[in-house]
T-cell receptor
């Protein structure tokens, strides 16, 4: 019940295309869903986050879509660029807990 | 802002040797996390400190692993004796916890450990 399932494991998208990464969870107590971006040789860095009281959050080319009833959320990267090539992790946590539950990660490659 | 600083960035050692990884969190942050990252297991939380006190060390693999935080600006993760299966990237992260909300994690660049 504490798991966050992330898919796909890897993704190749042409430059300018839309990249979509999906995550699903079971624990309805989760109330904060961040996405982290990790470049090779670096630590993960917060990209964008959402709370379940909204269905969508957009920051530039990055959008989180949240479906509370289905217990799913996804990251959309519009107009994907080679500089977006990285590993993306979804995560979930409750405000009363410190421990992020991490997805397994998606390695995204944007082809020029 | 300097960010979270970890050292060494790379460590190659032989099985049985002691390894010490170091972390300087962001000034003012009161929570510190040690993570281990491998291809097989992804990101694993090893230990969590809040206000320099270890709150949860249930992720520490075994007694060979120990972590300390003697003050708000320094933490160490020690492996003694090291084994080849300890080879991984070890990350330190800090955050500003407000009440029960942990907030955004700021990660260091990691320490890549190879145990031969």
């Amino acid at each position: 019940q504490q798991q966050v399932k992330q898919s796909p494991q890897s993704l190749i998208v042409q430059k300018g295309g839309i990249s979509i990464i999906n995550c699903a969870y079971e624990n309805t107590a989760f109330d904060y869903f961040p996405w982290y971006q990790q470049f090779p040789g670096k630590g993960p860095a917060l990209l964008i986050a959402i709370r379940p009281d909204v269905s969508e959050k957009k920051e530039g080319r990055f959008t989180i879509s949240f479906n509370k009833s289905a217990k799913q959320f996804s990251l959309h990267i519009m107009d994907s660029q080679p500089g977006d090539s990285a590993t993306y992790f979804c995560a979930a946590v409750t405000d009363s807990n410190y421990q992020l539950i991490w997805g397994a990660g998606t390695k995204l490659i944007i082809k020029p | 802002d300097a960010g979270v600083i970890q050292s060494p960035r790379h460590e190659v050692t032989e099985m049985g040797q002691e390894v010490t990884l170091r972390c300087k969190p962001i000034s003012g942050h009161n929570s510190l996390f040690w993570y281990r990252q491998t291809m097989m297991r992804g990101l694993e939380l090893l230990i969590y400190f809040n206000n320099n006190v270890p709150i949860d060390d249930s992720g520490m693999p075994e007694d060979r692993f120990s972590a300390k935080m003697p003050n708000a600006s320094f933490s160490t993760l020690k492996i003694q004796p090291s084994e080849p299966r300890d080879s991984a990237v070890y990350f330190c992260a800090s955050s500003l916890a407000l009440g029960s909300y942990t907030g955004e994690l700021f990660f260091g660049e990691g320490s890549r450990l190879t145990v031969l």
